[in-house]
């Protein structure tokens, strides 16, 4: 099956500063992965996504780094603010497993410090 | 588009009692998803069904849980007879298709319903 972790359950960054939220996979054949945000007391919203045939894929002040080698993911925010603060959640999907069996990370809860 | 609706937004119920969650998808999503969410499990996968079918039930916990989607704008997550254990966040989803790939097969979510059993 499908493991997947995050390196940090909690992450403190300044206002202004980059973030880098870390995720990591244990099934080689995921070939899907999806950056969520869950503010409080909403379902989780999508930032961004890539294919296992990209290894990088930019967006509005965030990019996704996809490392096949080491099964890791991460997710880059760039100039952080305080809207951003919120739990970022990897998920990842094995499209070739006949099933949309899309499996989600525990989170990583980004607070940003003014 | 509303997006995703769910009802109940909040439900506490007592132990043995029946609860009924309620999910509208985006019109025109062919993708409707049931998820549970908890601090010690996250989020995981009940049912999900396409065209109204139900193609993979294997996440539903036991027989107490069922899920129906009678028709392409109303889907049911079924609770009978709750326990404290199922005191959770419930998310209803949809997307236009499965399956990674573009942008269409990305999940919508509902805000949820967040359930308390006592």
């Known amino acids: 099956g499908e493991s997947v972790g995050l390196h940090l359950p909690t992450l403190s960054v300044q206002e202004g500063d980059n973030s880098i939220i870390n995720c990591a996979y244990s099934?080689?054949?995921?070939?899907?992965f999806i950056w969520y945000k869950q503010e409080s007391g909403k379902g989780p919203q999508f930032i961004i996504d890539?294919?296992?045939?990209?290894d990088k894929r930019q967006g509005q002040r965030v990019t996704v780094l996809l490392n096949k080698t080491v099964k890791h993911l991460s997710l880059q925010i760039a100039a952080t603010q305080p809207g951003d603060s919120a739990v970022y959640f990897c998920?990842?999907?094995?499209?070739?497993?006949?099933?949309?069996?899309?499996?989600f990370g525990k989170g990583t809860k980004l607070s940003v410090i003014p | 588009d509303a997006g995703v609706i769910q009802s109940p937004r909040h439900e506490v119920t007592e132990m043995g009692q029946e609860v009924t969650l309620r999910c509208k998808p985006i019109?025109?999503?062919?993708?409707l998803f049931w998820y549970r969410q908890t601090m010690m499990r996250g989020l995981e996968l009940l049912i999900y069904f396409n065209n109204n079918v139900p193609i993979d039930d294997s996440g539903m916990p036991e027989d107490r849980f069922s899920a129906k989607m009678p028709n392409a704008s109303f889907s049911t997550l079924k609770i009978q007879p709750s326990e404290p254990r199922d005191s959770a966040v419930y998310f209803c989803a949809s997307s236009l298709r499965a399956g990674g790939g573009s942008g269409a097969n990305v999940l919508t979510f509902g805000a949820g319903s967040r359930l308390t059993v006592l």
């Open positions: 019109s025109g999503h062919d993708y």
């Open positions: 099934n080689s054949a995921s070939d899907y």
């Open positions: 998920a990842v999907l094995n499209s070739g497993a006949g099933s949309y069996q899309l499996t």
């Open positions: 890539i294919r296992s045939n990209m």
